[in-house]
């Protein structure tokens, strides 16, 4: 069981002009209106070739970069830029958080080795996004966060899960977590061979390439 808090190391934000939103929920309306203007800010692009230690690097998970929304010209043209970026650093790993993985953006980009997807599951109506990590040919690692428990998931394989890990709230009392799917679910993922985290604090705490 790796360290808990250790699963990425860093936010990178590339957008001008979009906030990395501490509030994780599934998208919302104002949210949606930023794929019709996202912009990428020039400076930014740069700061991931500045690092020079092997780093997991989130990428702001305010825009949902395998989003439908995503499919545009404009943002292909976008997402490709921050794919280069991506592969240009081969000595970092970066994470793309999504709630709505869609398989027409993965089959329009050609992806690096060092990107990881990470499919969000916040409950048991997000299984399609476990659904779809079984079958899709991505040439890195695949993880999935779990929003806090979901015991009414019901069964999922983790054979083809790279990482699990469970996002607890810190402000939520001990005696509200479902200790026995937490504990169920770490002997799954050693089972299947795949590594498990918790995560308890808030991510504004976690350092920022912003």
Known sequence: ????????????NPFSGVPIDGNKGKMNTSVKGWFNELELDDEK???????????RILINP???????????????DLLNRIVNVIRDNS????????????????????????????????D???????????CIDFPGQCYVLFEDCVPNLGFVSLETIDEVIINLNSNTPLN??????????????????????????PKSEKGELS
């Not at 692009?45 to 780093?55: I, V």
């Not at 048991?124 to 079984?134: A, I, M």
């Not at 026995?180 to 770490?186: A, D, F, H, P, R």
Request: include cysteine.
């Open 91 to 122: 000595h970092l790993k970066f994470m793309i958080v999504s709630y709505w993985v869609d398989t027409s953006i993965l089959k329009l980009i050609e992806w690096p080795n060092n990107l990881i997807i990470v499919a969000q599951v916040f």
């Open 176 to 201: 509200h977590w479902d200790l026995n799917w937490i504990s169920s679910m770490l002997s799954q993922a050693i089972a299947d061979g795949c590594g498990f985290s918790l995560e308890f604090e």
């Open 45 to 55: 692009l740069t700061y991931p070739s500045l690092m020079e230690r092997a780093n």
């Open 1 to 12: 069981m790796k360290s808990i808090n250790k699963w990425y190391d860093s936010i990178w």
């Open 124 to 134: 048991e109506e997000d299984k399609r996004n476990l659904e779809f990590l079984y």
């Open 62 to 76: 305010t825009i949902d970069l395998l989003d439908y929304h995503m499919g545009s010209k404009k943002n292909l």
